[in-house]
């Protein structure tokens, strides 16, 4: 049951929007990119953007992070103009995917990527990390992605994958030695959204989670994106993590919020549907 405390921290966290877009745009020479958008997303919420390939979906999460301009509309994040301080923003929206912005080396280890994370986000005058920071993040990571499957596992057999759901050893090896090319694509998209948590900001993007191929790999993405959500809630109830996610289908997301409806609550869950424009 829950507490009166958390209503309250609940229905504030409902008045708070973190991410607020009113007749946001991108037109070109090519006629309209998306135009018009309103959207709200409350502060620990998950939001989708939904629709088909073309209709804009990678360039709405890159101008909510501040990392491409639009021509029309008002924005912000938090209390941040998205238009007026794009540097701002980005240090308030981390990307978690978006191919070509956040593609893994495949010949690097996996600590070699959290080291280079780790020393971004340092003073530029400490370009090292210790073997013992390098561990204790890897540890973490490792954590987190081991409690998503420990709560996978405990669902019925079938839920996400008759396969594989009891041995999804999201990071391999304790020392981050296995190299990115032994990663599965579902691995590699998951280490993405283990970098990107590094930053500790209060928003991610994650675009196009269907370019995995296989359903239950989808399922079990979104199954950890909220699993990982809810853990940082608990963690830092004072700074809890907005999602925004694009995909073509959100049946996937359905099935992971149905399966998980016990274990994960964010603030709230919104569609956001996009169509393509013609292009001249």
């Known amino acids: 049951m829950q507490s ?30 998306f135009s018009g958008v309103e959207l709200d997303v409350p502060r620990g919420a998950v939001a989708i953007i939904q629709g088909p390939a073309g209709s804009g979906k990678t360039s709405l999460l890159l101008s909510i992070a501040g990392r491409m301009r639009v021509t029309s509309g008002e924005g912000h994040v938090g209390d941040l103009d998205i238009r007026k301080k794009p540097r701002h923003v980005r240090e308030q929206v981390t990307v978690g995917h978006i191919a070509g912005l956040t593609d893994l080396e495949n010949d690097f280890t996996l600590a070699q990527h959290i080291a280079e994370r780790l020393i971004m986000l340092q003073p530029w005058y400490k370009p090292w990390v210790s073997k013992s920071s390098l561990r204790e993040v890897t540890d973490v990571i490792r954590e987190t992605f081991d409690s998503a499957t420990e709560v996978i596992d405990r669902l019925p057999v079938g839920t996400f994958s008759a396969a594989d759901a009891k041995d999804a050893d999201f990071l391999i090896d ?26 500790q900001a209060p928003v991610v993007v994650l675009d196009n989670i269907d370019y ?37 289908d959100s049946t996937d997301v359905d099935l992971a919020l149905d399966a998980l ?19 001249h």
Request: proline letters at 4%; aromatic letters at 4%.
């Open 261 to 279: 409806h016990t274990e994960v609550s964010p603030t709230s869950v919104s569609t956001l549907q996009l169509t393509q424009h013609p292009r």
């Open 174 to 199: 304790n020392e981050g030695k296995a190299f990115v090319s032994e990663l599965s694509e579902l691995q590699k998209f998951l280490l993405e959204l283990g970098l990107a948590s590094l930053a």
């Open 212 to 248: 995995l191929r296989e359903r239950q790999d989808r399922a079990r993405a979104w199954a950890a994106i909220l699993i990982y959500q809810d853990l940082r809630r608990k963690r830092a109830p004072e700074r809890p993590l907005t999602v925004i996610a694009s995909c073509e």
């Open 4 to 33: 009166n405390s958390e209503a309250l921290v609940d229905e504030t966290e409902q008045a708070i929007s973190q991410v607020s877009l009113r007749g946001w745009g991108i037109s070109g020479k090519n006629g309209d990119v």
